[in-house]
């Protein structure tokens, strides 16, 4: 017993370790994508390669390895829900997982990804696909070597979806997503046979610290704590924490729009709020974060969407944002700005999409993704395979390729597959979640009303937050809401547009 207390110290001591290392990693990332001058951009990209070595080299280490094999028999012994037991299952498994890959193969897909981040950052604006199409080559053959490092697989992309989501299958995501579009398409077809929802207004200039200063209540409101956090400004928004006790979120305050800043501030204070509620306990170990790419995106959508969007949020805030904006809301009601931020549109940014359409595009990555891996799609018929996706599933198509294939940085800041299928997770797991906090306490949408939001956070915190990555995606979902199932999701939408659009 006592020698499993003592490996058990020097396994905590080892993590710590990393923690610290990735810690450092995230304040350094944070700095570059906020407030570095362009000159530190050259150093800073290898201080944080360093550093990404440095951490895989501490979690690969053979001496984790055989204390985790040791302390394996003792996991057993303790009862499930233990948190040594998880942290010692979790570790395992994370080690196992990083061991399968080569330190060569780690540094080169740092490296390679890296450099083609930096091209696209040039190539988009440039509208240039042919500049990118040898890295995307490259970055193909590394999506294989690193799939192939978990060989066998049922199919070549299951490797980079588990790493994401563990416990999904390309079959899984492939079953859900048709069952998802049979039941969109036609609702999208209904609502845009109608006449579009009038949001001129949303575009127009809305002064940012304006628009920061009404933010900053709502996500305060929320449950986004800033004395273990703040709010700074960046090109792409995101959320990074640092450790417990800092987490940070960032947005943007693009020219003539209101909902841009808006909902990307709720969007990454949902990601935020999950970090900031995990157990203090697990800081310093793999515990300390949240469980999959799907149940992080399902936090940031549901306070973005489920109750950013919702009738009773503007019911409290929209007379509060109208004293902001007088002028720019002048003879604007309520339910006009409420059909405003909720206007559905065949559209070419997914970023921008509506709750209905959004899955769509998702839907034509995924795919685009499939294809590409398993070599029925070369990378230079990508860009047309792109717009005949978006002319065929939403009837639009992009002028140029800069909001075609270049769009999102996905391709070309991370291997190619498994990167976007969280997305529509998070919406199916967002209803999910919000249903299930609601059939426990029917209370929550008057308290939404109020502006107040504290049954629904701490039903969160008690339910997913505090948990961390002790439990996978899989047995938090067993223990909320049973199974990943589409169902809550249609009938959430089907009931909001159908009021909306009295369909
Ligand atoms: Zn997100």
């Not at 017993?1 to 990693?25: F, P």
């Not at 029917?442 to 948990?467: A, C, K, M, V």
Request: hydrophobic share 40%.
């Amino acid at each position: 017993m006592t020698d499993y207390t003592a490996k058990l110290q020097a396994l905590r001591a080892h993590l710590a370790e990393v923690s610290l290392l990735n810690g450092i990693s995230a304040a350094l990332y944070w700095d570059q994508m906020t407030y570095m001058p362009r000159g530190g951009a050259a150093v800073r990209s290898k201080q944080l390669a360093y550093l990404s070595q440095q951490t895989h080299a501490r979690f690969t280490d053979p001496a984790l390895g055989k204390l985790l094999d040791d302390l394996m028999p003792y996991a057993e012994s303790l009862p499930a829900d233990s948190d040594d037991a998880a942290l010692i299952r979790v570790t395992h498994r994370e080690y196992q997982r990083a061991v399968k890959v080569p330190a060569e193969l780690v540094a080169a897909i740092a490296q390679h990804t890296s450099e083609t981040y930096q091209v696209w950052t040039e190539a988009r604006p440039a509208n240039d696909f042919s500049r990118l199409q040898p890295y995307l080559e490259q970055t193909l053959n590394l999506s294989y070597r690193y799939a192939e490092c978990f060989a066998p697989y049922d199919h070549v992309a299951d490797p980079l979806i588990d790493a994401a989501d563990y416990g999904m299958k390309a079959d899984d995501i492939k079953a859900l997503f048709s069952q998802l579009r049979a039941a969109l398409v036609p609702l999208a077809q209904a609502i845009t046979d109608q006449a579009p929802a009038d949001d001129t207004f949303l575009h127009q200039h809305y002064p940012s610290e304006d628009i920061e200063r009404f933010t900053t209540d709502v996500i305060k409101r929320f449950g986004y704590d800033f004395e273990r956090g703040r709010l700074d400004k960046t090109a792409h928004p995101f959320a990074v924490r640092l450790n417990s006790g800092d987490v940070r979120i960032t947005t943007r305050y693009p020219e003539n729009t209101l909902s841009d800043p808006l909902f990307s501030t709720l969007h990454e204070a949902g990601h935020a709020m999950y970090e900031q509620g995990i157990k203090a306990d697990y800081e310093g170990t793999p515990l300390a974060a949240g469980t999959s790419a799907g149940v992080h995106e399902s936090q940031s959508r549901l306070w973005e969407n489920v109750v950013g969007r919702s009738y009773a949020f503007w019911q409290y805030f929209y007379p509060h944002l109208l004293s902001i904006f007088p002028r720019q809301l002048n003879g604007i009601s309520l339910d006009q700005f409420y059909r405003a931020v909720n206007k559905v549109e065949r559209s070419l940014i997914r970023t921008e999409a509506d709750e209905v359409t959004y899955n769509l595009h998702v839907m034509i990555r995924f795919d685009l993704e499939l294809q590409l891996l398993e070599g029925t799609l070369r990378i230079a018929d990508l860009p047309e395979a792109w717009h005949a996706r978006y002319q065929a599933d939403l009837g639009v198509r992009a002028p140029d390729d800069r909001d075609g294939v270049l769009q999102d940085v996905h391709w070309y800041g991370m291997l190619i597959g498994g990167a976007f299928q969280s997305y529509t997770l998070g919406n199916i797991l967002a209803a999910q979640f919000y249903a299930k906090a609601l059939s426990e306490h029917p209370e929550i949408p008057d308290e939404i009303g109020r502006g107040e939001f504290s049954t629904l956070h701490s039903w969160l915190r008690e339910n997913i937050y505090q948990h961390g990555s002790k439990y996978t995606a899989p047995e938090l979902i067993a223990r909320t809401v049973g199974k990943l199932d589409v169902t809550p999701y249609l009938t959430y939408l089907r009931q909001k547009y159908g009021a909306l659009y009295r369909l």
